[in-house]
Each structure stands twice: as C-alpha cells, then as structure tokens.
C-alpha cells in the first residue's frame, strides 16, 4: 500500500472466526480475539483490522491496556479518521435529536451516547447553556480537541466541562479527568426546565454528568399516574421522580435518600417548583431500613418509586445484587394497598429484563400479593440503544399494579 499513511499500517490481525461479532457491526474487538498486532501501535490510535485471511473488516482505535482491546470507527471501508470524520459523526448524533434539542420545555438532553452514536466512549449531556463530556475510552482522549471544537459549533453553548469517570478511565489506562475543556466555567447549580419541572443539579459535584436524564420518559409516566395518589419516592436523589408526582396531582410525596447533599438539592428543587412543606418530606435513611420501619408502623402509599443504585457493577455481582433488589421490592409491596402501583428499576447491566421480571415477580408472591405489569420502562430517547449493540441497553422498569 504504497499511498497508505503508515499510521494506518498498524494492523490487528484476529484469530480464524472471531470477525463475526464485527460482520454484524458490534464495535468492540476483545482482547482474546486478537492473534497479533502489527506496527506497534499506540494507545487510542487508529489500526486496521483484518481477519485471518487479511481481509479488512474496517478501522478502529486501539486500547493497549483495556480488555476492550479495539473499537470499531468504520466498517469495512478506508475513510480517513481525522477531524472531519468526527464532525460528521457528532452532526449526525446531534441531527437525531434535533426536535428534543429545540425543545424549550427540554433543556436537558444526552446529545452523544457513546456506540449507539458510533462514537465509541463518548458522553456528551446538555444542560441549557453547558455540554458536559465523558471520554471513557482512548479512542475518543485522543481526539478530544477536535471533538469539543466541533462541539462547540455544533450545539451552541457558553461552556464545555468535563466529568470522565474515573473508574472506567482507569481500565482504559487513562488519567482521572475532570474540569473545564472550553468556555465559561459552569456555575455550581445549573437549572434546567423538563416540561414545566424545574431542576437545579451540579455538574461538577452531581452523580454521572449531574442528573439522571435516561429516567425523563419514566418522569413522565409517573407525572401520568399520580393523580391523587399518596407517593413515597425511594432512592429519590434531587427530587426527580418526586417533583413529577407533585406535578401530576400527587396527594403528597415522601422522598428517601442516604445522601445529605443529594436531599439539600432535593429542598431547592421542591421549593423552585412552588411545592409548599405540606406536600412533601425529604428524610435521609437507608431505604431497607425504613421501609421495615414503615411495615411495623403499618404506613400505606398508592404508589411507590424504587429506583436504587447499580448493585450490580458486574455479573459477578448478580447474585447478590437480586437479592437486593428482590428485598426492597417486597417490603415496599408491603407498603401498597389494593391498586398500589409498585414503579421499580434496575440500571444494572447485568440484570436484564427477564431476571428483573423474576425478581420483582418472586418479592410481589413472597409479600403475599398479586398483580400485573401494566407498562414496561426503559431508558429515554436520547439515550438510544444501537441495533447491533444490544449492551446499551441498560436500564429496565416496571410498573406493577398489586391487587
Ligand atoms: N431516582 C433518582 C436517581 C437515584 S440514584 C432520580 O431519578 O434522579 C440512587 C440514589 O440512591 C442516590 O441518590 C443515592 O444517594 C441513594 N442511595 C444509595 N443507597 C441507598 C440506601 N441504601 N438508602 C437510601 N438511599 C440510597
């Protein structure tokens, strides 16, 4: 290849029958799927990868230390990766969300969601006037200069911050990262509007890039099925499901979260919201303890919101993390009278839905009750899942209606 620049020389050669997975246009190349790698290249940048029989199946940036050892920019074809190549990418991923990012009543918005965008590893989140990034894969570190220029003309914004997490990095081999890439710094609270709601969260302190934006849908379907119901919101972070319920025509809402920083935001965004203290509480307590605590003091609520941490970082994980979540479904069944609605999640990847069906099937029997599933909940539109990359699939719901 006598016009080929060498960077592109550099070629991972996998072993007979692994190119399947690629043929079918899943991104990741595995560390075991590799017989050899030619040129030595270097971390994040761009090799060829051939089958066995040397035929180019596309390119990919290549992760030294990462059992993740490649992920796929192109299929099949020698389209240079270079500064241009990402602008188009990060224009289509912007395209696809065009009407929610026009969507005054939702400023609020992923706008790049890693593989199911074709840009393996990174984040990109809007928060009204701030993009927030993860770069959580050495592909993207090494482009991310020209990724937050193209950014910056692609999504008008006064700043561009930086949350990559640091567990995720350090597989990569990469450096903790955080901080302001372009622009204005963020001020420590940061409103957004997710129809007519209001929500101040921190984008340098927050959880993930500062809110649970996957959950707006399933805000939404509580908002529906509040009316004049009695809601006790578990897990509640800074209020979201709550603020929901309260706007749909809850009765009252009780919000439970361990963390005391999470709860003062939980105050702010209730009060942003023109909620009165009559409406609402916000205690701090371990969720398992206090609905113990509420089965003793024979509490009821109409509908009940469990949307707790990942238990389950890995499957190894899995069997402990279904205990934990089959307990807090079944003391909270406890606490729901006839026609009680039971809304619950898991975000664990390694749970998928049929085992999560099963648990939440098993804690309803074991509390002695009945009911059925009136509706199946998954993570928001903008946080889409890519045909041939069914692990972006990650967050599950269900809401339960006991008899
Ligand atoms: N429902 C929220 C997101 C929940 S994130 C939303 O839609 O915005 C999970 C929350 O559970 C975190 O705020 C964390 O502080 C809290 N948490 C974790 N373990 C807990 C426990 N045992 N008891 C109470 N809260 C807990």
Redesign the pocket.
Known sequence: MPNCPVELMKTLHLNKGRESSLLRRHPWVFSGAIERVSGNPGSGETVRVVDAGGKLLGLAAYSPSSQIRARMWTFGTEQAIDSGFFHDRLQMAVARRQSMLNDPQRTGCRVVYGESDDLPGLIVDRYGDFLVCQFLFAGVEKWKAEIVEHLRELVPCKGIYERSEAAVRAREGLEPAQGLLWGELPPELVEINEQGRLYVLSIAHG?KTG??LD?YDN?ERVRQLSQGRSVL?????????GIAALQGGASHVEN????GP?LELAQENFRRNGFTPSQFTLTN????EILREFKQAQRHFDLI?L???KFAETKAQFKRAARAYKDVALQAAALLGPGGLLVTFSCSGAIDLPLFQKITADAVLDAGRQGQIQYYLHQAADHPVGLPFPESLYLKGLVCRLD
């Not at 919101?233 to 499901?241: A, D, L, P, V």
């Not at 439970?256 to 963390?259: F, K, P, R, Y």
């Open positions: 959880h809110f649970y959950q805000r919101n578990c897990f509640c972070y800074t209020g979201g499901f439970i979260d361990s963390s999470s307590a371990n969720v398992f919101v949307d707790p941490p």
